[in-house]
C-alpha cells in the first residue's frame, strides 16, 4: 500500500507539471528536469542513442498476453525514412499478431535521434484489425506538423530518475508521458538477463487509470513491459536479430 500511494503521488505530480508546445517545428518535450528542446536544427548530426537504437536490420521479436489471450509481436528498424516536421525520420515496423496467427495491429513509428542522442517521436500510423482482417480503427495515428501535433520524447540522451516528459502530443489523440524512477537496475526475460537498465512509468493523460512499467537494455531498446494499474498487459524479449 505504501508503495502504491508513493508511485501515485509521484506520477501525479509529473502528470500536473506544465509543459511547454510550440508551434510546428519547435517545441519542448520535458516535463520536469532539464528542458529538451525539438527544433529542425538540431538533427544535423544525430548521436545514437543504447537505450532505444535505430540501426536498420534491428528485430526484436516479444510473447505477451493480455488477461487469458497470447500475442507474439515483432519490432523491426526498417531502412526506409520519412520527412516529418522537417526532419527524416527512421521507419519502425511494429506488428502485433494473436495466437493464431492474426494481425490485431500494425503500426509505422517515426523516430529520430538528434545531436545529444535525444530520440525524438515524430508520429505513428497505426490500425487495428478484426480476426477477419478488416481494419476496425486507426485511432492513435498521428504526426508531428499536421494539426497541431508536436513532437516528443521517446527517451533522453542521459535518462536519470526523476526525468518526466511527454513522449506524444496531439491533443485529445495521442497524449503519453513517462517518468524515470531507474537507470541502473537488472532484469530478467525469456532471452536472458540485463543491467543498468532503464526502469520508468509510463502512462497516457487520455487515459489516468492505466499505468504501464518498461525496461529498456542497451543496445536493445525496450525489452519488458507491464500493465501496474489498469490493464493486464505484459510483454517480454524472447528474441534479437541484427
Do not use: C
Request: glycine share 10%.
Amino acid at each position: 500500500m505504501i508503495r502504491a500511494a508513493w508511485m501515485a503521488t509521484g506520477l501525479a505530480a509529473a502528470a500536473a507539471t506544465g509543459v511547454v508546445l510550440g508551434s510546428t517545428g519547435s517545441g519542448s518535450a520535458a516535463v520536469g528536469g532539464p528542458p529538451t528542446t525539438f527544433s529542425t536544427a538540431v538533427f544535423t548530426n544525430p548521436q545514437a542513442n543504447p537505450y532505444y537504437p535505430l540501426k536498420p536490420g534491428l528485430v526484436l521479436r516479444y510473447h505477451g498476453r493480455d488477461g487469458a489471450e497470447k500475442f507474439r509481436e515483432r519490432v523491426a528498424v526498417t531502412h526506409h525514412t520519412k520527412m516529418v516536421d522537417g526532419v527524416r525520420a527512421r521507419v519502425i515496423h511494429d506488428v502485433l499478431r494473436r495466437a493464431d496467427g492474426t494481425v490485431a495491429e500494425a503500426t509505422h513509428d517515426w523516430y529520430a535521434a538528434d545531436n545529444r542522442g535525444n530520440v525524438w517521436y515524430l508520429g505513428e500510423a497505426t490500425a487495428t484489425y478484426s480476426r477477419d482482417g478488416r481494419v476496425t480503427s486507426r485511432e492513435g495515428s498521428w504526426q508531428a506538423g499536421v494539426n497541431g501535433a508536436v513532437p516528443g520524447l521517446i527517451m533522453p540522451a542521459d535518462p536519470r530518475p526523476t526525468d518526466a516528459y511527454r513522449q506524444e502530443y496531439w491533443g485529445g489523440h495521442a497524449e503519453d508521458q513517462a517518468w524515470i524512477v531507474q537507470h541502473r537496475t537488472s532484469v530478467t526475460v525469456p532471452l536472458g538477463t540485463y543491467h543498468r537498465v532503464v526502469r520508468s512509468y509510463e502512462w497516457s493523460r487520455l487515459e489516468k487509470a492505466n499505468v504501464s512499467v518498461k525496461f529498456y537494455a542497451r543496445g536493445l531498446g525496450i525489452v519488458m513491459e507491464r500493465d501496474v494499474a489498469g490493464g493486464s498487459e505484459v510483454f517480454k524479449l524472447v528474441s534479437v536479430t541484427r
